[in-house]
């Protein structure tokens, strides 16, 4: 396999190629120096070679189909169950509570327990609002 290598490169190019591993650059410049010659031994009548050109053909390609844009979504609106709006109030307190006591402001205990108890009610609020059905039973939760 290497002899019909370097087979093709000598006919290719005209260079010799040595037997001993060279540096690409090297080997690059070699070539660049035999390119002239390679062309005078070429049979005049043979047409040139086109050699493929990745940045020509990524210029001349065009995409396959247009690009995709998703529709407009859904307005957003404002919850209309109480339950989301309770959760809501639960949360935002609980989280003013933190913020008095990350503050270093002395806090009584029973005030941290309502703080804590907030978070929780808060959050079980908002998890029950959820909807227990999905409206498309055949959607399998790919589209985002």
Do not use: N
């Not at 390609?61 to 109030?89: K, Q, T």
């Amino acid at each position: 396999m290497p002899d019909r290598f370097t087979k093709l490169i000598q006919d290719e190019f005209g260079v010799d190629v040595p037997a001993k591993a060279q540096s690409e650059d090297a080997a690059h410049a070699q070539l660049v120096q035999a390119a002239p010659k390679a062309r005078r031994h070429r049979d005049a009548a043979a047409p040139a070679k086109q050699w493929f050109s990745l940045d020509k053909a990524i210029d001349a390609a065009e995409p396959d189909h247009e690009p995709f844009v998703p529709p407009p979504g859904p307005p957003l609106s404002w919850p209309r169950r109480p339950l989301v709006w309770i959760g809501l109030a639960c949360l935002l307190g609980a989280v003013g509570v933190g913020i008095a006591w990350g503050l270093a402001a002395p806090l009584p205990i029973w005030l941290r327990w309502a703080g804590g108890v907030g978070v929780g009610a808060g959050l079980a609020c908002l998890l029950l609002s959820l909807p227990r059905h999905r409206e498309e039973p055949l959607d399998d939760g790919a589209v985002v």
